[in-house]
């Protein structure tokens, strides 16, 4: 396959396959992004390209025409056989940063499968990325010596001195070393010492988080060393001041940009053989420090040595001629530092810190940038020691000022506002993302923290955001994570908190905010605002009814412990908050609210909203007896930033903002005085509820139902209350013709939407007319942006965040739904969630469509569910009535086994709910992609194609067309009669006749010609019966169609290299 590289290597690079192990991370990212602009097809390998930490590299320019994420893990040779196949050349840069005792044996064994499996796949040149840990640790060499490529790491000294991450990198080096000689690779080996420079990442990297610490004073000395590593983590803590102190030691640096170039010299220059050390300069953590400060001397940096008073260690010499022969040029360390800086800076990872200028005390830094005069520019490194300390007064006296200068008018102009910064916890809930909206009204700064920000698109598009807001990764049991998130903020308005009956609940509740006032405390905010629950105020049997409901009531512990977990988390949550306040002299106050009901501004249906939709869809048919108490979010949200701008505000308000009657049940007397004296008009609930539910259907999670539609409900079923499933008796009296003509007004769902038959079902129902709402783990990752392309997508779908396993999540993406395609299920023998994935989930998901009133279900089974049964004799017809026997499956095929009891248990659960369900059983699924993904079927083919499979099977297997199995999902959906299975075949030959389509296909590859047991009888095809889906209408494509489309379509997405006839 590469008999023309070195024809087009240096030329042709955009004609090029190559693949990246390890691309989501930071030197991975950087190669990537080198290797697309140089015009490359790349093929990124990831654990989980699903995961939103690998999104950014989707956003890369030329990701989107030539470069596709795909699953795989070292330790898989299988996996990785795949990610290289049709590839030219191979980057292996995969490797964590750890002192794991694990590590070596996995990078040993790893970089093995990685160089055989290139090697399996026609692979010619390989490029490894090694450390300077390989090289550097030989405490025999002498320190007049010249470090260059001949020299290499003392291993037993590594792993004396717990250096267990060199060890692993020069034996692995070692590995790809004697691999490549045997399997015959060309490998050219990239030394990289400590990496610098901006990160394409979302998360923080190694080095990074120490020079934070640094500059941010709390590290306050270091020690006598040979060398001390440092990375762009290591910038963090330097800067946030989580390193007290630095070390004696010189280490060697180089920017990550710079480290990419070498990966992609080295590949393009076809001689380069060997090691190539990328080191660009060597110094000692003084004078990196000195860096640091010259460049950002508003942060608190140390100034102190962990053995003072010694000889300071010599930097060593290197040589980085090899690299320099071939052209490259290396960046000044200065600029790596000053660009990593801010790219923490703008990705949330450290607080945007301004110089503050003289003051009456010299030298004082403040977060929030108020103040006058000039630093003292001759403050001693005596003065500099004392940073952190000053750092966290000045805050203090910041937040002072601004919070006394604000409480006589009402926190002042805008201006002032302007200058604060304030932290809410949890920003994008239902009342997290309306205190955000609130706050920037008013003009605040904000910073808002999610445990993934990417999740959160809806707060970036709030006025004033652009301008105003920063979202920042953070969760409340991380407490570093709080710290950085709290840095420099005048305020903390802590309202992250689960709504669940998980009994785990109360200790992450209680927990988490013990470290939320713990941080804020520590990084010098002065005031924080609680949110707590009414749950914490009226849950008590011995209340009296004729009691008013204040500020001064506590729920019951054991009634809730025994009744209500939610409540208890809650009120041992705000008890836990109110005793860290006291103790840490924090200015603290709390908002109660109640029930809280109005309009969205995340895309997901949150709680309060889900029993509005369950009521207005018929799901719940009942109410309970009960009274509850109502506001509207945005009153929550208002009541929030009024507590925080009162100067005087201490303590519990209650925020409920209805006193309506009920005739049943005598509502409790309650008051809200507190919040009112402050200035908080309520919303009146009528126009709460009303402005909730237009969202509710702006947004697609209720549908417009007509006056017409509700008059046909009430005419079909007068002595019934009106439903959803009514409607949709309704609307189908008249047969399956007026079914399709009502279709545009139908919105249906579709699981596992951006999958291989997933994605061709939305297509089909678009084409339809259909609304469709998509559900995936991630709607961000641009692994579904082809969905967003297809044709009507732009009017009729939408992306949600949904997973099988998550019940509450599934009836949030039902609601107002008339069908649901169960399309989504893991297609692999390895994945331990499998089983429950496919059983667990398929009942999840037969349940909550119940629940949320849907009337009609399509499954996507498996021929796997249907013929794998020892017994069936070879002349019987395979047709719906077949079944695989469970217990060979078991033992044979764990996704088979999966599948048929996912069948089987979506029967049992439609029967038990009422459902119509519909069972399509696709076969060997082929055809072109929708999806970059290389998936399964394709994946078979492309291995024939490519020489990756030597020999064939001597096995029969049935195959159909994804596009007619698409086709067969909507036919099944529009017949309303169409029950049980419908097997959906279009062909069944041996895998000889299957190779002999492709070589008459596609001539120019060289495909396998032998038969793994050559000699014996060829097994014959069965035979098999797909009336049931012809009688629809359905008409089956030519296999051979169906395989020259996908070749033809895994060319042009750089899946198989265009080889010539």
């Known amino acids: 396959m590469s008999s023309n590289f070195e024809a087009n ?366 630093v003292d520019s001759r403050a001693s490194e005596d003065d500099d020691r004392e940073r952190g300390k000053r750092l966290e007064r000045a805050s203090t006296m910041s937040s002072n000022n601004s919070m006394e200068a604000n409480n006589g008018n009402n926190n002042g102009d805008d201006e002032k506002k302007q200058e604060q910064v304030v932290c809410v916890t949890g920003a994008g809930g239902f009342i997290g993302s309306w205190v955000v909206k609130e706050l920037l009204l008013r003009g605040y700064r904000v910073r808002g923290t999610a445990r993934d920000p990417r999740k959160n698109a809806h707060l970036l598009a709030l006025e004033g955001a652009e301008e105003r807001l920063t979202l920042c990764r953070a969760d409340v049991l991380d407490f570093a994570s709080l710290r950085a998130a709290f840095a420099g903020c005048h305020g903390v308005f802590h309202i992250a908190s689960p709504v669940s009956k998980d009994p785990n609940l109360v200790p992450v509740a209680i927990e988490g905010t013990r470290n939320v006032m713990k941080a804020a405390a520590d990084m010098g905010v002065r005031r924080v605002v609680f949110t707590s629950s009414y749950g914490a105020v009226h849950m008590n049997p011995n209340r009296s009814p004729d009691a008013v409901l204040d500020e001064s009531c506590w729920s019951d512990p054991e009634f809730c412990q025994r009744e209500d977990i939610y409540c208890y988390a809650k009120m041992m949550a705000e008890k836990t908050a109110t005793e860290e306040a006291s103790r840490r002299r924090l200015q603290l106050a709390v908002v109660v609210p109640c029930v809280t009901v109005g309009p969205i501004l995340q895309p997901s249906v949150n709680f309060s909203c889900h029993h509005v939709v369950r009521y207005l869809t018929g799901a719940a048919a009942t109410y309970p007896n009960a009274v509850a108490a109502y506001a509207d979010v945005r009153d929550v949200a208002r009541a929030h930033v009024l507590v925080y701008e009162n100067h005087g505000a201490r303590g519990r308000y209650l925020c409920i903002g209805t006193d309506e009657g009920n005739q049943m049940v005598k509502p409790y007397k309650f008051s809200n005085q507190r919040l009112r004296d402050l200035g908080l008009e309520f919303t009146p609930l009528r126009k709460s509820l009303h402005e909730a539910i237009e969202c509710l259907q702006r947004k697609g999670h209720l549908p417009v139902v007509t006056v017409a539609q509700q008059r046909a409900c009430f005419s079909a079923s007068p002595s019934s209350s009106p439903n959803m499933s009514s409607i949709s008796k309704a609307n189908d009296n008249n047969g399956d013709q007026k079914r399709q003509q009502q279709q545009p007004q139908q919105l249906v769902c579709v699981t596992g939407a951006g999958g291989f038959i997933g994605s061709w079902v939305v297509r089909e129902l678009l084409l339809r007319g259909y609304r469709v709402r998509a559900t995936v783990r991630d709607p961000a990752d641009r692994k579904n942006a082809h969905l967003l392309a297809l044709e009507g997508a732009d009017e009729r779908l939408s992306l949600r965040r949904a997973d099988v396993l998550d019940f509450d999540g599934l009836l949030a993406v039902f609601a107002g739904c008339h069908g649901v395609f169960h399309v989504a299920c893991p297609l692999s023998n390895r994945d331990p969630e499998l089983m429950a994935v496919a059983v667990e989930g398929t009942r999840n998901v037969m349940k909550a469509a119940a629940d949320m009133g849907v009337r009609r279900v399509v499954f996507t089974s498996s021929y796997g569910a249907v013929h794998m049964n020892p017994n069936r004799s070879p002349d019987a017809v395979l047709d719906e009535t077949c079944w695989s026997d469970p217990e060979f499956c078991r033992q044979k095929d764990m996704y088979c086994y999966a599948k048929t009891m996912a069948e089987m248990a979506a029967t049992e659960e439609a029967a038990k709910r009422g459902l119509e369900l519909a069972v399509v059983v696709p076969s060997m699924t082929m055809g072109p992609m929708l999806q970059r993904a290389l998936n399964l079927s394709s994946t078979h083919v492309a291995n024939y194609l490519t020489g990756a499979k030597k020999s064939y099977p001597n096995a029969v297997a049935a195959y159909v067309d994804v596009r007619d199995v698409a086709r067969a999902h909507a036919l099944v959906y529009e017949r309303h009669d169409a029950r049980g299975r419908y097997l959906c075949i279009g062909a069944v030959l041996h895998r000889a006749q299957l190779l002999q389509m492709l070589m008459d296909l596609f001539p120019q590859y060289t495909i396998a010609a032998k038969c793994d047991d050559k000699g014996k009888p060829m097994v014959k095809p069965y035979e098999f019966s797909n009336q049931r889906l012809k009688d629809l209408g359905l008409e089956f494509t030519p296999l051979r169609k169906s395989l020259y489309d996908a070749v033809m379509c895994m060319q042009r997405n750089g899946h198989l290299p265009v080889v010539l006839p």
């Open 9 to 374: 290597n240096n030329n042709n690079g955009e004609k090029q396959l190559v693949c990246v192990t390890g691309a989501g991370g930071f030197i991975g990212s950087w190669v990537v992004k080198e290797l697309l602009i140089r015009g490359y097809h790349v093929r990124g390998t990831a654990r989980d390209p699903a995961d939103s930490k690998n999104a950014h590299l989707l956003e890369l320019e030329g990701a989107e025409e030539r470069l596709s994420l795909c699953r795989a893990d070292v330790l898989d040779a299988a996996s990785l056989r795949a990610a290289f196949s049709g590839c030219h050349g191979v980057f292996h840069v995969a490797s964590p940063v750890s002192n794991d005792p694990d590590l070596v044996p996995v990078a040993v064994e790893g970089t093995r499968n990685v160089i055989n499996a290139a090697a399996d796949m026609g692979v010619r040149r390989v490029v490894f990325t090694s450390s300077y840990g390989a090289v550097h640790m030989n405490p025999n060499r002498s320190p007049d010596a010249v470090l260059d490529e001949t020299c290499w790491s003392d291993y037993e000294f590594c792993k004396q001195t717990d250096n267990l991450y060199c060890c692993a990198k020069m034996m692995a080096e070692m590995t790809a070393t004697e691999e490549a000689s045997k399997r015959g690779l060309e490998l050219a080996v990239v030394v990289p010492s400590m990496t610098m420079g901006p990160m394409l990442q979302q998360t923080l990297n190694f080095s990074s988080n120490h020079v934070a610490r640094y500059l941010m004073g709390t590290k306050k000395s270091y020690p006598n060393a040979v060398a001390a590593y440092v990375d762009v983590r290591d910038v963090a803590r330097y800067l946030m001041g989580t390193k007290k102190s630095y070390p004696n030691a010189v280490a060697a640096y180089v920017d990550v940009r710079d480290v990419a170039r070498a990966h992609v010299l080295v590949y393009e220059r076809p001689d380069a053989r060997g090691r190539y050390l990328c080191i660009g300069t060597v110094l000692h953590r003084a004078e990196l420090l000195r860096m640091l400060r010259d460049l950002f001397p508003q942060y608190p940096a140390t100034a102190k040595c962990e053995d003072d008073g010694k000889p300071m260690a010599k930097p060593y010499k290197f040589s980085n001629q090899r690299l320099k022969d071939l052209g490259l040029e290396f960046t000044p360390l200065r600029k790596s530092l000053h660009e990593a800086v801010l790219c923490m800076q703008q990705k949330s990872h450290l607080p945007l810190i301004y110089p503050v200028p003289k003051l009456r005390s010299p030298s004082i830094y403040a977060l929030s940038g108020e103040g006058e005069g000039e």
